[in-house]
């Protein structure tokens, strides 16, 4: 009887986890635009809800499984956040201000393929370096430690985009390209051929 309350307790816990892990998913998808994936998602979601419910409307009388079924949906929550972390769907804008414009940040930063723009500003104690930076969001730790290596003071805000539309630097990311030297060498080596051909019929 002991091992069946149990075993009971378990599936229910584990049932839980994993719906809840799943709505966390389909709701982040959905925000994300991925439409078509969240619904594909919300179908195993739904029928493993079901189940769980079921087991716990059947049993109302055993407060274990009630128990069970909180600490899972709450255990579920935590697992759909680290699921959506290792995910990184999307992109993330970060603006730098480097209190020193001398330093070749621009450059750096284009060098390691991510895409800038920049523009020199003035703040209260002198011009400053503004930058926007934007990035998959999978590679956002590593451009956080590549800004403070080149500037430990720099300061930083990020915040994720809602529409992205148009750019040369974009379409590098969607073909794979950031973080990739050799495809973007060779990318960059098209389009400045491609570049100087134009030149080459106007003048003509």
Known sequence: MLSNAIVMVVIILVINIVYVSLSTVRMILTLKGRRYIAAFVSMFEIVIYVLGLGLVLDNLNEIQNLIAYAIGFGIGVICGSMIEEKLALGYITVNVISSNPDIAFT??????????????????EGDRLSMQILTP?????????????IDPKAFIIAYEPKQIHGGFWVKQVRKGRL?????????????QQVKADDQGELHK
């Open 107 to 124: 450059k750096q930063l284009r060098d390691k393929g991510y895409g800038v723009t920049s523009w020199f500003a003035y703040g209260m």
């Open 179 to 191: 973080m990739n030297p050799k495809k973007r060498t060779e990318e960059e080596r098209k389009h």
């Open 137 to 149: 969001r999978k590679y956002e730790l590593k451009l956080y430690e590549t800004i403070k290596q």
